[in-house]
């Protein structure tokens, strides 16, 4: 696969974006389009990926400082004919890489249930009770970043 993560930085790239997630989570999930896209949308700084022969985003995430110590990642999602093929992977390690170089120590996420897997792979810890996020059944997550750690990831 052919493809770089990038930060999005002017509002083209964000509309594909979007368009990703509104794929993933409205059409494939059935949640609803105005809980898809919230105000934390504008605070945040949006991830994806884009595939290096058509140029067309195949996946997103975002993350929103909480704390100066504490991100939260959001809307991961991988347009499903690319599943599979580490994007999604790359998609985080760019987020925490990021993170990192901005200090963060700890990274939080809302899993839904079948993601739970591929989170703790990437050294997140499940916590606390299952609960609902737009009928979707999800649990909390963490990990705590370590500057050494996250520097040989990228080497």
């Known amino acids: 696969?052919?493809?770089?993560?990038?930060?999005?930085?002017?509002?083209?790239?964000?509309?594909?974006?979007?368009?990703?997630?509104?794929?993933?989570?409205?059409?494939?999930?059935?949640?609803?389009?105005?809980?898809?896209?919230?105000?934390?949308?504008?605070?945040?700084?949006?991830?994806?990926?884009k595939d290096r022969d058509s140029n067309k985003v195949i996946g997103t995430a975002r993350l929103?400082?909480?704390?100066?110590?504490?991100?939260?990642?959001?809307?991961?999602?991988?347009?499903s004919e690319h599943r599979g093929k580490g994007v999604g992977t790359k998609i985080m390690q760019a987020?925490?890489?990021?993170a990192c170089a901005r200090n963060l120590r700890h990274l939080e996420l809302d899993a839904q249930l079948q993601a739970i897997p591929f989170y703790e792979r990437l050294g997140y810890t499940a916590m606390g009770d299952i609960f609902l996020d737009a009928g979707?059944?999800?649990?909390?997550m963490k990990k705590s970043l370590r500057k050494t750690e996250m520097e040989t990831t990228t080497t």
Do not use: C, W
Request: proline letters at 4%; aromatic letters at 8%; hydrophobic letters at 45%.
């Open 1 to 49: 696969m052919n493809y770089e993560v990038i930060r999005v930085e002017e509002e083209a790239l964000l509309r594909e974006a979007f368009a990703v997630r509104l794929e993933v989570f409205v059409t494939e999930q059935g949640v609803p389009e105005e809980e898809e896209l919230d105000a934390y949308d504008s605070e945040a700084v949006h991830f994806v990926a």
């Open 64 to 79: 929103i400082q909480k704390s100066p110590e504490i991100g939260k990642i959001g809307r991961v999602a991988v347009l």
């Open 95 to 98: 987020i925490e890489n990021f």
């Open 136 to 140: 979707i059944p999800h649990r909390k």
